[in-house]
Structures are given as structure tokens and as C-alpha cells.
């Protein structure tokens, strides 16, 4: 994959939060409450693809090929149910 990358202008890769952080993070949010809000909740399991994008970077970067992490919002990519 990393050869053909050099093939493409742009590149663009989407990833997960790596294995077993998001049921960490819906554990930490059940100890506060059964019926967390919607937003907050949304807020919360994010943060682990979060985590995910700036080490997948940070790893890219230092094998030479650039990266810069962005979270959906900031593509502006919106999900609904």
C-alpha cells in the first residue's frame, strides 16, 4: 500500500479506535450514568479514533511520508443514525 501511495496525489485513510478502547470508554461513561447525553456520549467514544489518527500519523511522518490527522468534523463529514 505505502508504493502505491507515492502514485496518488492525496491519500485519504480512515481508521478505528484500536481494539477494546471504545468499550474502555462506554465502561468509564457507565460509571457516571446509565443514560449518558447523546452528545457527550458521541464526544466520549470519539476520542479513541482520535488517538488512533495522531499515532497512525506520527508513525507516517516518521517513515517519511506526510501525514496530518483530521477528525471528520474537521472535513466536515457528518453521520447520522
Given at each position: 500500500?505505502?508504493?502505491?501511495?507515492?502514485?496518488?496525489?492525496?491519500?485519504?485513510?480512515?481508521?478505528?479506535?484500536?481494539s477494546?478502547?471504545?468499550?474502555?470508554?462506554?465502561?468509564?461513561?457507565?460509571q457516571?450514568?446509565?443514560h449518558?447525553?447523546?452528545?457527550?456520549?458521541?464526544?466520549?467514544?470519539?476520542?479513541?479514533?482520535q488517538?488512533?489518527?495522531?499515532?497512525?500519523?506520527?508513525a507516517?511522518?516518521?517513515?517519511?511520508?506526510?501525514?496530518?490527522?483530521?477528525?471528520?468534523s474537521?472535513?466536515?463529514?457528518?453521520t447520522?443514525?
Open positions: 500500500m505505502v508504493g502505491q501511495a507515492r502514485e496518488w496525489e492525496r491519500l485519504v485513510v480512515v481508521v478505528s479506535a484500536m477494546g478502547e471504545t468499550n474502555r470508554l462506554i465502561e468509564l461513561a457507565q457516571i450514568t446509565d449518558p447525553d447523546p452528545r457527550e456520549y458521541d464526544v466520549l467514544v470519539s476520542t479513541g479514533e488517538v488512533t489518527i495522531a499515532l497512525l500519523s506520527m507516517l511522518n516518521k517513515k517519511g511520508y506526510p501525514a496530518v490527522s483530521y477528525t471528520g474537521q472535513v466536515h463529514i457528518l447520522d443514525s
